[in-house]
């Protein structure tokens, strides 16, 4: 099957600083990448749908100067958390589309935040 | 927007069949899909249904009937390690990027 990896897995940081997330298609082709965000016992909450060569389409609720969105090519795309706080300490987790294959979407393993 | 609605929570024996429901409600309804996410993992896909019917895959079948706007998830023969958190999703046509949305998951817990 298609494989989605995310890097880095863990990220531990202090409060202020930013923290980019990779999310590659090692496999396929993805134009379009979804970036999500899982706090503990929560389900999935969609946070913005990342377009290769195009803006993102942020969720409503989602401040998309804080979550910066790259989709620099159709097997990459990156989410910046700027000035990161406590509060954005969560499980990010990002999934593509196989354009040529079956209709699903295929998760990277997560990147999991934690801010101090 | 959709919503759908999975329990949250749900107990099972090893070795049993269990059942666990979805309804959603959506206006351009374009496939439902279940995942499987074990505590602290990316969640794995399961199945997809966009037509009526049952869609069996080994020990896990997913049914759909858009007309109720409802699916199941049937897992047979559990198995300790089908402990897990399942997630019914909906894609609706009217989601840009074929985007879906997420049910807030059922937690499983085989017991032996």
């Known amino acids: 099957g298609a494989v989605v990896s995310q890097h880095p897995s863990w990220v531990i940081c202090k409060s202020g600083t930013s923290v980019k997330i990779e999310c590659r298609s090692l496999?396929?082709?993805?134009?379009?990448m979804f970036w999500y965000r899982q706090f503990p016992k929560q389900s999935l909450m969609l946070m913005a749908t990342?377009?290769?060569?195009?803006?993102?389409?942020?969720e409503q609720g989602v401040e998309k100067d804080k979550f910066l969105i790259n989709h620099a090519s159709l097997t990459l795309s990156t989410l910046t958390v700027t000035s990161a706080h406590p509060e954005d300490s969560s499980f990010y987790i990002c999934s593509a589309r196989d354009l040529e294959g079956p209709e699903t979407q295929y998760f990277g393993p997560g990147t999991r935040l934690l801010v101090l | 927007g959709q919503n759908i609605d999975q329990p949250t929570e749900m107990t099972a024996t090893e070795g049993a069949i269990v059942q666990i429901n979805c309804t959603y409600q959506?206006?351009?309804?374009?496939?439902l899909f279940w995942y499987q996410q074990h505590a602290g993992e990316a969640p794995t896909f399961l199945s997809y249904?966009?037509?009526?019917g049952l869609e069996e895959k080994g020990r896990f079948s997913s049914f759909l009937s858009r007309s109720k706007g409802y699916s199941y998830l049937l897992l047979k023969e559990l198995q300790m390690k089908d402990s897990a958190s399942y997630l019914c999703a909906v894609r609706d046509r009217g989601n840009a990027g074929n985007m879906l949305t997420f049910g807030g998951g059922t937690r499983l817990m085989v017991k032996p």
């Open positions: 959506t206006s351009g309804f374009n496939g």
């Open positions: 990342s377009n290769e060569g195009s803006k993102a389409t942020y």
């Open positions: 496999d396929f082709q993805a134009t379009t």
């Open positions: 249904n966009v037509l009526d």
